[in-house]
């Protein structure tokens, strides 16, 4: 059975930090693409980052490039998202997911696997 289960959301301040994990078990990283959305309320849901099974390369949605970092670590199937410098349009319900697959990992149409979500609220 897949199971992901996201942790380490909360309430921050402005320019503060925050670092979700993805506890992953079921499947072996080295084979699923790990991807994090976000979605806000009364927004659609949106592709954040992602991390390839195979190489290791990640990508950024622009809106979050240079202040989020997302990894991994294969010894304890987990995948990290490390969020800096939040801003409250980053407020939303934070979800990570898991598809089989080599490459393109930020194709974010279809993803097979989903946690429940962890929410992260930033506001003064």
């Known amino acids: 059975q897949v199971q992901l289960v996201e942790s380490g959301g909360g309430l921050v301040q402005p320019g503060g930090s925050l670092r979700l994990s993805c506890a992953v078990s079921g499947i072996t990283l080295d084979a699923y693409a790990i991807a994090w959305f976000r979605q806000a309320p009364g927004k659609e849901r949106e592709g954040v980052s992602c991390?390839?099974?195979?190489?290791?390369?990640?990508y950024y949605v622009d809106s979050v490039k240079g202040r989020f970092t997302i990894s991994r670590d294969n010894a304890k199937n987990t995948v990290y998202l490390q969020m800096d410098s939040l801003k409250p349009e980053d407020t939303a319900v934070y979800y990570c997911?898991?598809?089989?697959?080599?490459?393109?990992?930020?194709?974010?149409?279809?993803?097979?696997?989903w946690g429940q979500g962890t929410q992260v609220t930033v506001s003064s």
């Open positions: 997911a898991a598809d089989r697959r080599s490459f393109y990992c930020s194709n974010y149409v279809y993803y097979e696997y």
């Open positions: 991390i390839e099974s195979t190489d290791g390369s990640t």
